[in-house]
């Protein structure tokens, strides 16, 4: 398949980056591509990405369900705090199919240090924060307004805060798509997860009507009362792709692999 990521666009710009897509999809569908697009978190000054004509001419509108406090912003906070994400999956709904969206969830966090009038972060991956957070010596609380685990502790002279992504933040998530019925996960990015990141003691998950895992090296695993993957049509392309777990890993009614190591 296809996918766009085209990101910094200007208003001017929009009505030119539409028309792109728009012609870019009948040589999709000419040539037998999957044809997805990658967007921000919809507010109203970035609609002039048209989900609306993207829901017309693309196979899957992928939202980015992240950045909601970004690396560099100076502004302490949640990168996909579930209020954030809902809102974003629902405000898509109303321009796009439901069975066409597909909410991204981010594999990483950051932690933030204000020192003074001074704020500073580092970005760290869902595979080095548990590693992370045993250094430090610290110990996250469940924060229900986020659904995240979250720590804040004191060094010198800076205060330092995290919102933590790690299984339980991601299975609120899936959940959370799961009640909305849309089509499918992505994550940023395959390789910062862990065989953990996804519930039950198993690899990153998902459910939706259709999943493509494209490239890279993934993990599905299985757990306790739940599958890693759950959907009416998965296609893995290309990759890596590990399946085991204590129970069924994936239950899907097709299944197409194609120049795939699994």
């Known amino acids: 398949g296809l996918n766009i990521d085209f990101e910094e666009l200007t208003l001017e710009t929009g009505v030119h980056y539409v028309q792109f897509l728009r012609e870019l999809s009948i040589q999709c569908r000419n040539n037998g591509l999957v044809f997805s697009i990658d967007n921000y978190v919809p507010f109203h000054f970035n609609d002039y990405y048209r989900l609306d004509v993207q829901g017309q001419v693309a196979d899957y509108v992928i939202i980015m369900g992240y950045d909601e406090h970004w690396h560099g912003s100076g502004d302490p906070g949640s990168v996909a705090s579930i209020d954030y994400v809902k809102g974003g999956i629902e405000r898509t709904m109303e321009e796009v199919p439901a069975e066409k969206?597909?909410?991204a969830l981010p594999f990483y966090t950051i932690l933030w240090k204000i020192d003074g009038a001074k704020v500073t972060d580092d970005y760290l991956t869902l595979n080095n924060t548990a590693d992370f957070m045993n250094r430090v010596?610290?110990?996250a609380q469940w924060d229900e307004e986020t659904?995240?685990?979250y720590a804040e502790w004191t060094s010198g002279s800076a205060t330092y805060q995290i919102w933590l992504e790690d299984v339980e933040s991601i299975n609120v998530k899936l959940n959370v798509m799961n009640a909305h019925n849309i089509g499918g996960v992505a994550v940023w990015r395959l390789g910062y997860g862990t065989?953990?990141?996804?519930g039950g003691g198993?690899?990153?998950g998902g459910a939706g009507s259709g999943i493509t895992i494209s490239g890279g090296t993934a993990e599905i695993y299985g757990g306790e009362g739940y599958e890693g993957i759950s959907a009416e049509n998965l296609t893995i392309?290309?990759?890596t792709v590990t399946v085991g777990g204590k129970e069924q890993a994936i239950e899907a009614e097709n299944i197409t692999i194609t120049g795939a190591t699994t």
């Open 101 to 103: 969206i597909v909410n």
């Open 137 to 139: 010596g610290v110990k």
């Open 147 to 149: 659904c995240q685990n």
């Open 195 to 198: 065989s953990a990141a996804g």
């Open 202 to 204: 198993g690899g990153w």
């Open 237 to 239: 392309s290309g990759g």
